[in-house]
């Protein structure tokens, strides 16, 4: 099955600064999500980008499925954008694999 | 807020016992996924049901099992439960079609949050 890698594992920001996070997946994919899981354990959608980029206010991901890896950025962080962050490739027709994800802390 | 609802919210059961966890869908999705996170991991693929029929399964055991209703709600049912069995679980709803089965854009419930002692 897909193996996915997840860095940085852990990051602590100040409020303002930006980051990229880095998802490197095994196997092609057609099919690939970012969540944000806050820390009550919501998992909300980010961004459905098989390749490509977007972008949706402060978030933006691009991925480049030919290299099997996908970025996320995260420009002028709040304290809301607290919490872990999964990358979810698609494998065959009906499921994802999620990585261990990248827990974020943005200070005030 | 997704439109997919868990139930319950948290639940506590000893060794030995089963449960019954249930989804309800977003409206116009045909398509339930059910995973389980661990602590401190990420969601593990359990099983999917698609148009009540299950359509794919990671590597649990049997004791896993689950249905999906024609209004397209499911259950999760647990036999057996170990204490490796604690866990939050995540069902997802997503749209469908033939020959391509939901791995278009899932959205997740809240979760239930299952404790085994």
């Known amino acids: 099955g897909i193996q996915v890698e997840q860095s940085p594992p852990d990051l602590i920001l100040q409020e303002g600064a930006n980051s990229t996070l880095r998802c490197n997946f095994s196997?092609?994919?057609?099919?690939l999500q970012w969540f944000h899981q806050n820390p009550w354990g919501q998992l909300i959608n980010l961004f459905y980008?098989?390749?490509g980029t977007k972008q949706n206010g402060r978030l933006s991901a691009t991925t480049v499925a030919t290299e099997r890896y996908s970025l996320l950025y995260i420009s002028s962080s709040q304290t809301t954008d607290s919490g872990v962050y999964f990358c979810a490739p698609g494998e065959g027709t009906y499921k994802y694999i999620f990585g261990t994800g990248t827990r974020l802390k943005v200070l005030a | 807020e997704t439109g997919v609802t868990q139930s319950p919210t948290h639940l506590i059961k000893t060794r030995g016992q089963q449960v019954t966890l249930r989804c309800s869908s977003q409206?116009?999705?045909?398509?339930v996924s059910w995973y389980q996170q661990a602590l401190g991991q990420g969601p593990q693929f359990i099983f999917q049901?698609?148009?009540?029929?299950?359509?794919g399964r990671g590597n649990f055991p049997p004791r896993f099992s689950g249905l999906q209703f024609p209004n397209y709600s499911s259950e999760l049912n647990v036999n057996a439960l170990e204490l490796d069995d604690s866990a939050l679980y995540l069902c997802?709803?997503?749209?469908?079609?033939?020959?391509?089965?939901?791995?278009?854009?899932?959205?997740f419930g809240p979760g239930t949050r299952l404790t085994v002692l």
């Open positions: 049901y698609y148009r009540e029929e299950e359509n």
């Open positions: 196997d092609s994919v057609n099919n």
């Open positions: 980008i098989p390749s």
């Open positions: 409206s116009g999705h045909n398509t």
């Open positions: 997802a709803s997503s749209r469908g079609t033939s020959g391509r089965f939901g791995t278009d854009t899932q959205y």
